[in-house]
Each structure stands twice: as structure tokens, then as C-alpha cells.
């Protein structure tokens, strides 16, 4: 059974950081996997946040220079480091895995940044 299991959420102050973690299960050579975080706010749709594939790795305009993602393939995990935050930062951040047609999520992680 795949599973994908974030962590690290919380509430953190303007100019602070995080560390999301996502633990996956389940998975057949995960390191084929292109994984990603991803984030939504009530009322608006998903946004892309960063994806890794290997080595390479993209991210929204809005976090670049701020967020860091990476994986650890040996021990199925990807992270995703936030700093600098402020409050559009503020959502619920989801894990996934794609590979061809293979398209798993997480059930998501609150972020809140706030006083």
C-alpha cells in the first residue's frame, strides 16, 4: 500500500522557518518518482511549490530563493526547508509522487505564519 505521510507543519512567526517532511511507503524504486509540495489555501486551487526529479529540482517564483527541497532516496523521504516565511505562506502543504500515470498525495500538513 503507498503511502505518503507529511510532518513538520505548524504556526511560526513572520521571518521564521520550517522543515516539511515527507515519509513515503509503499513505493517500488522510489527514486524514479518525480515528488513535489504543493500547497492550498481554503478557496483558491493547489499551487506547485517545488519538484525534484533526481538532482534537478524547480520552484514557484513566489518561494524561489527561500524554500529548499531535497530528497533522501535511501530512506524514501523528501523535505522541503522554508525560510524567511510570511503570512501567504500560510496553507496546507500536500506531498506527492508522480511517475507516468501513477499519482499519489498525502493528506497535508497546516502551516500557519502569524503572531
Known amino acids: 500500500q503507498v503511502q505518503l505521510v507529511e510532518s513538520g507543519g505548524g504556526l511560526v512567526q513572520p521571518g521564521g522557518s520550517l522543515r516539511l517532511s515527507c515519509a513515503a511507503s509503499g513505493f517500488t524504486s522510489f527514486s524514479t518518482y518525480a515528488m513535489s509540495w504543493n500547497r492550498q489555501v481554503p478557496g483558491k486551487e493547489r499551487e506547485l511549490v517545488a519538484t525534484?526529479?533526481?538532482?534537478?529540482?524547480d520552484y514557484a517564483d513566489s518561494v524561489k530563493g527561500r524554500f529548499s527541497i531535497s530528497r533522501d532516496d535511501r530512506n524514501n523521504m523528501v523535505y522541503l526547508q522554508m525560510n524567511n516565511l510570511n503570512s501567504e505562506d500560510t496553507a496546507v502543504y500536500y506531498c506527492r509522487a508522480r511517475r507516468g500515470v501513477s499519482d499519489y498525495w498525502g493528506q497535508g500538513t497546516q502551516v500557519t505564519v502569524g503572531s
Open positions: 525534484i526529479y533526481s538532482r534537478l529540482t
